[in-house]
């Protein structure tokens, strides 16, 4: 059903789609937007899915969350100019996160925006990045402040891709799922909390579970009028804290689920506070947390300036920051004000426990 | 009709659409763009105009095509940052096409998309960059590689900023008008030529005669898939003219409608040549232009440039530059192949009439 509604496909029927695609559209060009790594890992597995057509240029960026900025794009403008794209060219965005937000923010602005794909190679690209069509830059020291909200033509979920992730890419990727079944149903974060993951099908499963909890929200709500707000569940301080490790040079910068774990239990913690969030899912919450991520530790001035760095949330409304919350495992509540004394109180809960 | 179908409103009603309209959406912060010259000339207009309200805050560029560019963008975008813009915050585009051009594309792309209002304070804003949504920046020195497609949330016609205008910048405006007439019907064209254009009622008319035509083109194809592309006559060459004028430090850059009224002339002879438009129509094309135009001198390098700088045209597909021709005035045909020999030969009829 999700397949049709929006393009997102699984291993062998995306590929199919994916040729079927660029014979129908007969795109004059076609571009595979890698990293250093895709282009090692991931292109010559995309080479042999795709192996009837041969007509590819490759654009290559350097890894890493820190050149997710406008410099990039200049490079990337440039080099499809060079190269003679044109309206009817087609990039094709073959990596994690980073790849499918940069990637999609230079197609969708490149000649007043050109067609492109989505193949996610990370856990994380498979399940939140590369659905809904939101893309950009950082700007600034500050995460995505600029981009746009534009769908991608189709997107291809090749759980193989999996196989070429160090471990701790793969359990970044297990925030977003942690945080799709905490904003949908108890359900789904029970199914998630007592599954063996190591079991392959089960955990595919489950990937495809967290696509179709995201793809049903971004459908209902593209523009994040409301319900898509959920999905920030987590965010607000897990970017914010992901800013202040990029930024800081006596900090080794965290993987974007690292930081997001963190902003995970922050916003239970609060929605224990604040909501009347059950003490004992709190726990579970922390406990399943913990059990994957390494705990960090930071200073008060580090608190005092992840704080700050909250007023560049593009959630904000007139100078306010508002928080998505929890009353319960499925229950989101999108707009929720924090004090900055309680963001205090927050982190001591993560710390100490 | 126009007034309800897209928001494009003239002189009091505009005003107090855009009251309004900051009302009803409790923005949080207002920001106009200007620049040094709508800075002078039109915002004390904008302040009388908007008496009731008095938060604004003031984005200033530097005036001119050549500011139109990422480096213009950046300092935007920081500035917004810094001075506290958020996701409800609305940027209103004071001035000509440069910008409405670069605040549509600051507005769509800050946060990922904020709302902006185009007031439109020349001629050629007023019956073109301001409507149909298209925004972008030059880049490369080609024109508007970059950018989307995103439509203002309303069109501010207020004729008094026309007595603001050098009388070149009232011309080059007339080159777009032009344009709108010749590929709308022979009628328009005709009350153009025959019209006493010094009578302020008969020119307003004419002026919301040209927005009429646009926006009903625009309209029923705004991501132009057909019926718009035929706005693009006179702009293939008009553009290239344009770009090897700017970007050649022997040349004095020229204004906008400069370059789409050599365009316009070209183009003509290209559809006589190709299409068997009229002979005589052609000539009256060529003296209206001229009786309002300063003729241009091209050396033969120049034209050679000026057929290499058409391979960035955003029409182009597949490496083929296509033009818009007409057969008829009022029938216009795209995707029309011309050969670079045939474009000396539109070159030698300009030069030489």
């Known amino acids: ?115 492109f794909v989505n193949i996610p190679t990370t856990l994380l690209g498979m399940v939140d990045a590369s659905i809904g069509g939101k893309n950009g830059i950082d700007f600034k020291n500050a995460k995505n402040q600029v981009g746009t909200v534009n ?16 471990k701790e890419q793969l359990i970044s990727g297990m925030a977003e799922m942690m945080k799709h079944s905490l904003i949908s149903s108890k359900d789904s974060w029970n199914r998630f909390v007592t599954s063996d993951l190591n079991d392959k099908a089960i955990f595919e499963n489950l990937i495809w579970e967290s696509i179709e909890i995201k793809n049903k929200i971004v459908q209902r709500d593209p523009l994040e009028k409301g319900l898509r707000k959920t999905l920030n569940f987590g965010h607000t301080l897990g970017h914010a804290i992901e800013s202040h490790c990029l930024d800081n040079p ?17 916003a239970t913690f609060l929605s224990t506070e604040l909501l009347g969030f059950p003490q004992n899912e709190l726990l579970e919450v922390y406990n399943t947390i913990e059990s994957y991520f390494p705990k960090q530790k930071f200073s008060k001035n580090e608190i005092s300036n992840i704080i700050k760095l909250l007023s560049y949330d593009k959630k904000n409304i007139g100078g306010k920051v508002l928080f998505v919350l929890l009353e319960e495992i499925g229950k989101p509540k999108t707009d929720c004000f924090v004090s900055d004394s309680l963001i205090f109180n927050a982190f001591e809960f993560y710390e100490k426990s």
């Open 151 to 166: 769908q991608p033509k189709l997107v291809v979920i090749e759980h193989s891709f999996l196989k070429t992730l160090p």
């Open 250 to 266: 006596y900090r080794e910068a965290l993987l974007h689920g690292e930081a997001i774990a963190i902003g995970i239990i922050l």
């Open 1 to 115: 059903m999700i397949e049709r509604e929006n393009l997102i496909l699984p291993n062998g029927k995306g590929w199919i789609t994916l040729a079927s695609l660029i014979a129908e559209k007969k795109y004059s060009k076609l571009f595979i937007l890698v990293d250093e790594n895709t282009e090692i890992l991931c292109l010559p597995i995309f080479y042999i899915k795709m192996e009837e057509m041969n007509e590819w240029k490759i654009l290559k960026i350097r890894d890493g969350e820190k050149n997710k900025n406008i410099e990039t794009c200049i490079e990337l403008w440039q080099e499809l100019l060079l190269e003679g794209a044109d309206r009817h060219s087609l990039v094709i965005n073959l990596g994690g996160g980073m790849i499918s937000d940069l990637g999609g923010f230079i197609a969708s602005t490149f000649k007043r925006g050109i067609d």
